[in-house]
């Protein structure tokens, strides 16, 4: 009996702790782990297909279609319906063309990821794919055909610098857009990264029921909790780029590295924005393994740099616009205020040379700009001093963002503060000296030309550039409308503008001018040239590489300033031989533009 009742203890033992097990795992799959494997079955049963939103459309000022979407045949898997997946894989390897190994490699890695996710294979298919995968549909279990859209670029490599190019969404992409799908397209450059969150738009979906083969089901009792949501197109950006103008900017500046701003002087409007060497933004739509972004990143003649906003180099005597104004805002000089210019100048133990070598003789600071006598300049710096120089290089924007929505670099406005915390060491007037005529330290971009070239024109407004007129939605209600903006003014006085106004207009009108090459029939021009020096040649050099940079800033009507156009074309040499030229080609097509009542 005693023996019975042990028996009977131990087994109850054993039923409550089988029980309890039992019980536990109970309370972990229901209660702990219950919402997980919810959404495990109901991924299980209920297929989500996704309709990708087209992104917005880029267009030019007078609505012409820079970047437009065409649709495109995806091919996809589901790696939880794809049963046989070397079979799966050797079969669109055949119609694709793609590595079958590879196509494994991406439905194991799919599967190991989330296995209820479909995952692309091949993008942008042709006919001749499309039809050989359908044909064979029934065999191929979990692969479908989705239709996306995809970015073309009617113009290819024209205004890419601006435009910018797409690639897939990285792990700060989806923190600041939550909703995004692996492998979704953003903006990764330019307007498509700057107005990224207007160009993408929101992609729709349709649930379905499936059977435990993947296979599509009419379940009535569970239909009427699916849901389905139509794609919302991205909304178009609007810029203020005028594509003609571009074009012909570009084909001005042909196969020359540089760069080529134009700029409404009245408003801040961007028309022409050039940087050259450049891309093709098609490269980018299906993606770009490693080994071709490093080549690219890493090619010496840098196509991806806009060299516009982002280059930076010293000005040379375009800069001399600053110095004058400087100069006669601080009552150093007057219009008529006259030095001798006998080639060189020596200040110290130090001798610096102007361009001319038989020098200039006696002149004005008329005459100074027009002839861009160097040795002019270097008595005004020595009067004027770096403290008050550098107050209106600041006064110009140097060395600050001038607000463009785009990618740029501020450069480098030199001072007296500037190298003593920069290089911990003292100012001297040699550098002054250097300065004044746009060398030493000093470095811009050149749309921070073209906005100084501006502020002249207009009467004295340093004007925010704007790339982006407007965005408009799918249904054409106006989201953005984006009005002139002043970012200040500068430290001239109206007298000293008149003077420099003056001046630049005898730089391309007067005789001895060195930007003669940019008149033009039709229209007055004002200007100034630059010649920048890059490295001092020597018997050794390579010239070719060494050879100054080209510049030629300017702006028209002469009287009644519309337009400003600067040019910089690296290592070109002499800014009135090389740059100027150029600036008549782009001035040219304005006047062509405006006669025909298109700008």
């Keep these: 009996m005693k023996e019975y009742k042990n028996r009977l203890i131990i087994a109850t033992v054993i039923i409550i702790q089988v029980f309890l097990i039992l019980a536990g795992r109970m309370w972990y799959m229901q209660i702990l782990k219950g919402n997980e494997y919810e959404k495990f079955s109901r991924d299980n049963r209920v297929r989500v297909t996704r309709f990708p939103a087209p992104r ?17 045949f995806d091919v996809y898997v589901f790696p939880n319906d794809t049963k046989d997946i070397d079979g799966i894989s050797n079969s669109l390897s055949q119609a694709l063309e793609i590595d079958a190994g590879e196509i494994k490699k991406k439905i194991s890695e799919a599967y190991k990821a989330n296995r209820f996710l479909p995952t692309v294979i091949a993008k942008d298919i042709n006919r001749d794919q499309l039809a050989f995968i359908e044909a064979r549909k029934i065999y191929l279990q979990g692969v479908f055909i989705q239709i996306n859209h995809t970015r073309e670029y009617p113009y290819r490599e024209i205004g890419a610098p601006f435009i910018g190019y797409l690639g897939k969404a990285s792990k700060d992409d989806v923190i600041v857009h939550p909703n995004l799908l692996p492998g979704t397209l953003v903006g990764k450059n330019g307007v498509e990264r700057a107005f990224d969150n207007y160009l993408l738009g929101e992609d729709g979906y349709q649930q379905k029921i499936t059977d435990a083969q993947g296979r599509e ?192 670099k501020t450069g480098i406005a030199p001072s007296r503060e500037w190298k003593l915390n920069t290089l911990k060491k003292p100012w001297y007037m040699g550098e002054t000296i250097v ?133 910089i074309v690296e290592h070109g040499g002499g800014g009135g031989a090389v740059a100027a030229p150029i600036v008549r080609r782009i001035l040219e097509t304005y006047v062509k533009l405006k006669e025909e009542g298109n700008v």
């Design 56 to 72: 917005g459309r880029i267009l030019d000022r007078r609505g012409r279609e820079l970047v437009i979407n065409r649709s495109s």
């Design 217 to 408: 089901v009419n379940w009535r009792l569970l239909e009427r909790d699916l849901r389905s949501q139509d794609s919302i197109p991205g909304s178009d950006v609007v810029l203020s780029i005028d594509i003609d103008l571009q074009k012909s900017a570009e084909e001005s500046l042909g196969e020359r590295a540089g760069a080529v701003i134009a700029v409404d002087v009245r408003t801040g409007e961007l028309l022409a924005l050039v940087s050259h060497p450049t891309f093709n933004p098609e490269e980018f739509i299906d993606g770009m393994d490693s080994t071709e972004w490093n080549k690219l990143k890493t090619n010496s003649s840098s196509p991806l740099l806009n060299r516009a906003t982002q280059g930076l180099y010293a000005p040379g005597s375009v800069f001399k616009i600053v110095t004058a104004s400087a100069a006669l805002s601080e009552g150093v000089v007057y219009e008529q205020t006259r030095f001798y210019c006998p080639g060189s100048y020596t200040i110290g133990n130090r001798t610096f040379r102007c361009w001319k070598k038989g020098g200039h003789g006696l002149l004005n600071l008329h005459q100074a700009i027009v002839q861009s006598c160097d040795v002019y300049f270097y008595h005004v710096a020595e009067k004027l001093g770096i403290d008050r120089l550098a107050k209106y290089i600041q006064g110009f924007g140097f060395g600050g963002p001038t607000g463009i929505a785009l990618n740029e």
């Design 435 to 567: 300065t004044s005529i746009g060398q030493g330290y000093l470095s811009v971009s050149p749309l921070q030309i073209a906005l100084m070239t501006a502020s002249i024109a207009n009467g004295g407004v340093l004007l925010k550039p704007q790339i982006v007129k407007k965005v408009t939605a799918p249904d054409g209600k106006v989201l953005l409308n984006i009005s002139p903006e002043e970012n200040a003014r500068i430290p001239v006085n109206e007298d000293a503008i008149s003077v420099i106004m003056k001046a630049l207009k005898g730089v391309v009108n007067e005789p001895g001018g060195t930007g003669w090459a940019s008149r033009i029939d039709n229209i007055e021009v004002a200007g100034k040239t630059g010649t920048a020096q890059v490295i001092a040649l020597n018997s050794n050099s390579d010239k070719a590489s060494h050879k100054d940079h080209a510049w030629f800033t300017s702006y028209a009507p002469a009287d009644n300033p519309e337009i400003a156009v600067t040019v």
